[in-house]
């Protein structure tokens, strides 16, 4: 799951803004 969850975040990151992305980590922490 540790791998598959950060190839999302990739993929996220890469999809959304950088903001959103910085929130949804912030969440996630």
Do not use: M, S
Not at 3 to 19: R, Y
């Amino acid at each position: 799951k540790g791998l598959k969850n950060v190839f999302d975040e990739a993929i996220l990151a890469a999809l959304e803004p950088p903001e959103v992305v910085r929130r949804r980590k912030c969440v996630l922490l």
